[in-house]
T-cell receptor, first 114, second 114 residues
Framework: NAGVTQTPKFQVLKTGQSMTLQCAQD?????MSWYRQDPGMGLRLIHY???????DQGEVPNGYNVSRSTTEDFPLRLLSAAPSQTSVYFC?????????????FGSGTQLSVL | AQKITQTQPGMFVQEKEAVTLDCTYD???????LFWYKQPSSGEMIFLIY??????QNATEGRYSLNFQKARKSANLVISASQLGDSAMYFC???????????FGSGTRLQVQP
């Protein structure tokens, strides 16, 4: 029972490089989201999706792109990495967006941009 | 808009004692859900407990209970009989009616001392 799978676990980039963080879930969840975690700031929403083909921006979307071509996958693309994007990234999913719906999280990706 | 405030950056507690982690929230939504997550040093996010704004009783899950005071807009987490394994970061979060994302607080780092 895999749940939410994120890859890679660690990544080091140089400024200006691009990369994709992968996220997949096997729970048939409609809702998927990406958060970044920075010290003292909790988790901030980057982008989210309420179903295949539907995405929307969260609180801190600049510098990131997402797409949702299938229910299972929700990759996060960094277009041109900047040191300010050094953070821990979490993918999370839930069956829906009702009040009681808890999020299931991946194990996180620690990204450093030099 | 929604906002979660956790005013305790760090807390210490002796093993076997109870501890309360504070969480206050601000929302204009009439109905909302409140969540607590635990993040151990390994980094994963673990769901602990949920409280609905319409629930008349405080939520409990084993050694975790949520002291919900709606008029004060507070949703404090109480951990009874602390264990060494409770040492972790704890995040309070909420979702309001029709909102598609959880809003997180900045977290409280709890250290349980033997």
């Amino acid at each position: 029972n895999a749940g939410v799978t994120q890859t890679p676990k660690f990544q080091v980039l140089k400024t200006g490089q691009s990369m994709t963080l992968q996220c997949a879930q096997d729970m048939n969840h409609e809702y998927m989201s990406w958060y970044r975690q920075d010290p003292g700031m909790g988790l901030r929403l980057i982008h989210y999706s309420v179903g295949a083909g539907i995405t929307d921006q969260g609180e801190v979307p600049n510098g990131y792109n997402v797409s949702r071509s299938t229910t299972e996958d929700f990759p996060l693309r960094l277009l041109s990495a900047a040191p300010s994007q050094t953070s821990v990234y979490f993918c999370a999913s839930s069956y829906g967006t009702g009040l009681v719906e808890k999020l299931f999280f991946g194990s996180g990706t620690q990204l450093s941009v030099l | 808009a929604q906002k979660i405030t956790q005013t305790q950056p760090g807390m210490f507690v002796q093993e076997k004692e109870a501890v309360t982690l504070d969480c206050t929230y601000d929302t204009s939504d009439q109905s909302y859900g409140l969540f607590w997550y635990k993040q151990p040093s390994s980094g994963e996010m673990i769901f602990l407990i949920y409280q609905g704004s319409y629930d008349e009783q405080n939520a409990t899950e084993g050694r975790y209970s949520l002291n919900f005071q709606k008029a004060r807009k507070s949703a404090n987490l109480v951990i009874s009989a602390s264990q060494l394994g409770d040492s972790a970061m704890y995040f309070c979060a909420m979702r309001g009616t029709g909102r598609r994302a959880l809003t997180f607080g900045s977290g409280t780092r709890l250290q349980v001392q033997p």
